[in-house]
Each structure stands twice: as C-alpha cells, then as structure tokens.
C-alpha cells in the first residue's frame, strides 16, 4: 500500500501533539492546573484575547503599552502561536484527527469552491 501524503500529514500533528502535551502538562504541573476540556477550550479563548489585544495595538487601535512596533509585531507572531498551539492540544486530547478534519473542512471545501464564492466558514 503507497502512502499518502495525508497519512504524512497527520503522523505529523499527532506527534505534534503529543510534544505540546508534554510541555503543557509540566506547565500545568507547576501551577497546580486541572486541564479538563473546559480548560481547553477557555485556553484557546484567553489566548484569542490576547492575539486581539496585541493585534489592535500593532495597527494602532490599542494601547502599545511602551512596546516598539518590532516588539508588538512579535507579539501578535506569539499569541498566534499560543492559539494554534492550544487548538492543536484541545484535539490531541478529543483524539481528533486534525489531518482529516483540516482537508475535510478546509481543503476539500477550497476544491469544491474553485470557481464557485463558495469556501469554509
């Protein structure tokens, strides 16, 4: 049987997974963290505020709270980070198949919609 290149794929974000995992249980050990999926999903949330608050500051419709525009802009590359990072935990720990979902969702949807004003959403 060949492999595909969504097999690759998938492989990838669930060894993804389990290293976010790794760090973020030696997060929650230290601070006495219960992550329960409603902590997940509050956590991507936190972190969507966050990306929001640096985001608005970085085009000038925040406060910069003393940081230079290079600074914000790393700011903003951080909390996107931090939001995909705990999206990809909250799956790895539902077991969602994120390879499968992603090109269901997304890519497959993208496909279907070339040509069209259709698309994901």
């Not at 990838?12 to 389990?18: F, M, S």
């Not at 000038?60 to 996107?80: C, F, H, M, W, Y």
């Not at 939001?83 to 935990?89: D, E, F, G, Q, Y």
Request: proline residues 2%.
């Amino acid at each position: 049987m060949q492999d595909s290149g969504s097999d690759r794929t998938n492989v990838r974000w669930a060894e993804l997974g389990q290293r976010l995992d790794a760090i973020s249980e030696v997060y929650a050990e230290r601070y006495g963290i219960d992550r329960t999926p409603a902590w997940h999903a509050m956590k991507i949330c936190e972190e969507s505020g966050e990306l929001m608050q640096w985001f608005l500051a970085s085009i000038g419709q925040g406060r910069a709270r003393g940081k230079t525009p290079e600074q914000l802009q790393n700011s903003v590359d951080d909390e996107i980070a931090d939001v995909i990072c705990h999206a990809v935990l909250m799956a790895h720990h539902r077991g969602t198949d994120l390879g499968a979902v992603i090109t269901r969702k997304w890519l497959r949807a993208v496909e279907s919609a070339e040509g069209s004003r259709g698309g994901p959403g």
